[in-house]
């Protein structure tokens, strides 16, 4: 009986149809798990190129822009005489509550990116401009489904407010100026979030159980 050059097994079109059928699929099977590990690799790449490309390389420029314009705004009031000891504490309070909003921003996409990489990977292709016609199909099929993920909206809504109410009352009721007021919580919020992924360019956080 003609063997595999090598292997000591037959070819396939001397065995019979059942043990054909078997042969085919574990190679089948042989060649999926061969697949699967350079797959999840691949997605884990894209994933972690949209967060590179689409949230840290923005969030550091605008967390330096309004960093900047904020520092301006509280040398403004310094130099008008009207900073003290409670502006200084608001606006700390401020900048705090913002970088807050960042780090669990950050900590839910860090989530994203070690149990659900194909959801990242899907965007980041979406962006790229690959596979723009199947995108809509395949978003409900990527979109996570974790629990308690029809609150995420909600908190993102209710944290965007949180920061614009302590906004509006420091520079309304405070003792900071609106400028100051209304861009160091975002400042605070664009920078944490860059501060989060301070380790993208290292070894950077896989699925669980996996260095």
């Known amino acids: 009986m003609a063997t595999f050059r090598g292997s000591g097994f037959p070819r396939r079109r001397h065995l019979k149809p059942w043990a054909r059928k ?3 699929c574990t190679t089948e099977i042989a060649m999926a798990k ?3 590990p350079r797959r999840e690799e691949n997605l884990i790449g894209k994933a972690r190129e949209y ?3 689409h949230i840290v390389f923005p969030s550091a420029l605008l967390g330096l822009i309004l960093l900047l ?3 301006m705004g509280l040398g403004y009031q310094y130099l008008a005489d009207t900073y003290a000891w409670s502006t200084f504490l608001q606006s700390t309070g401020l900048a ?3 970088a807050l909003a960042g780090w669990g921003q950050s900590r839910y996409h860090r989530y994203l ?3 659900t990489p194909e959801f990242l990977a899907g965007r980041m292709e979406a962006f790229s401009g690959h596979r723009r016609g199947k995108h809509r199909q395949d978003r ?3 979109e996570p489904r974790h629990r308690g993920r029809a609150w995420v909206p909600l908190w993102y809504v209710l944290a965007a407010l949180t920061l614009l109410g302590l906004s509006f009352w420091a520079a309304a009721w405070g003792s900071v100026y609106a400028v100051a007021a209304y861009l160091l919580p975002w400042a605070g919020f664009f920078c944490a979030r860059v501060y989060a992924w301070k380790d993208l360019w290292s070894s950077g956080p896989t699925r669980p159980g996996k260095s």
Do not use: K, P
């Open 140 to 142: 409900m099929r990527m």
């Open 34 to 36: 061969l697949v699967s």
């Open 51 to 53: 967060i590179r490309t």
């Open 69 to 71: 314009a904020a520092t």
């Open 22 to 24: 078997a042969a085919y």
């Open 113 to 115: 990116l070690r149990h």
């Open 96 to 98: 705090v509550g913002g």
